[in-house]
């Protein structure tokens, strides 16, 4: 039995940008270029990297809606193309994506409460007690009920993005991908839903695959770092090791450029 939730093995993905003569497909982007990654349960793994770097290719391959031109996405070791039935399901239940912006994963045509609803419906979840559920979900992510009978473009981007969050909530699972989920927020609301993340990985036992391509708030979510460069992992350790010692010359940059934001709000603030 592994010990691994998640593991990308050896995974590379193309996009095929334009269509040759004779209906061919030329791919250009190499996305994922041999990416190896494995997830232990309960872990807080942080993705970094700049745009374009294969950090959303990588969390697609890992919620199954990106199928790898090769190599494999295992879940409790076992390979996601060759689950069937109700072990195929359990594991799209299981591992759940966040995306960066709640205003267009939502769909605006739904109440939120109807968003929810649909979804334990789905995974067979909606019973006698579902409004209780809704309403437990709504007290999870820090909303208030009232916001269950709203429309997706009645809410702020933080509270969107809190329904977004009870969504993936919603079906138990036992990892969030979130792919920068507070890179569209202002700077306060991004705060308080790092907070809430935080507080709901505790609550839930959850396993996260944070993303995003600001280390500082990389470093703040995660126990263990993976850099990103080219659709290439070039390095992975411990936070604390990543920024205090960095081995390859793109991390450095990375934190560079940290260093040099910290002072300039220093400068500014004083
Ligand atoms: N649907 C797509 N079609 C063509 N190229 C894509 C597509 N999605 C992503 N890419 C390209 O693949 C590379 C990796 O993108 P992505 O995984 O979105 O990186 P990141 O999330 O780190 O910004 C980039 O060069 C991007 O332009
Ligand atoms: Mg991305």
Redesign the pocket.
């Given at each position: 039995m592994t010990r691994y939730l998640l593991e990308a093995l050896n995974v590379s993905v193309y996009?095929a940008?334009k269509r040759g003569l004779l209906g061919g497909a030329i791919y250009d982007?190499k996305?994922l270029d041999d990416v190896t990654l494995r997830i232990e349960e309960g872990e807080s793994l942080g993705i970094v990297?700049e745009?374009?770097?294969?950090?959303?290719?990588l969390a697609k391959c890992f919620a199954g809606l990106i199928k790898p031109a090769s190599g494999k996405i295992m879940y409790k070791g076992r390979d996601i193309y060759s689950l069937k039935g109700e072990d195929y399901r359990e594991y799209r239940r299981s591992v759940q994506i966040v995306f960066q912006n709640p205003h267009t994963s939502l769909n605006p045509m739904m109440r939120v409460r109807d968003t929810l609803k649909d979804v334990l419906k789905a995974s067979g979840k909606w019973g006698k007690d579902g409004e209780r559920k809704l309403a437990e979900l709504m007290k999870a992510v820090g909303l208030r009920e009232d916001i269950l009978n709203m429309y997706p473009m009645e809410l702020s981007g933080g509270q969107a993005q809190r329904v977004a969050i009870a969504r993936a909530l919603a079906v138990e699972p036992k990892v969030l991908i979130l792919d920068e989920p507070t890179s569209a927020l202002d700077v306060s609301v991004q705060a308080q839903i790092l907070e809430l993340l935080k507080s709901l990985k505790k609550t839930y036992g959850l396993t996260y695959v944070f993303i995003s391509h600001d280390i500082a708030v990389v470093r703040y979510m995660s126990d263990r770092i993976v850099v990103?460069h080219k659709?290439k992992i070039v390095e992975e350790g411990p936070s604390s090791d990543i920024i205090e010692n960095p081995k390859h010359e793109y991390t450095r940059s990375l934190i560079r450029d940290l260093i040099k934001l910290y002072a300039h709000i220093e400068e500014i603030s004083t």
């Open positions: 996009y940008l982007v996305a990297g745009s374009g770097s294969g950090k959303s290719t990103m659709g």
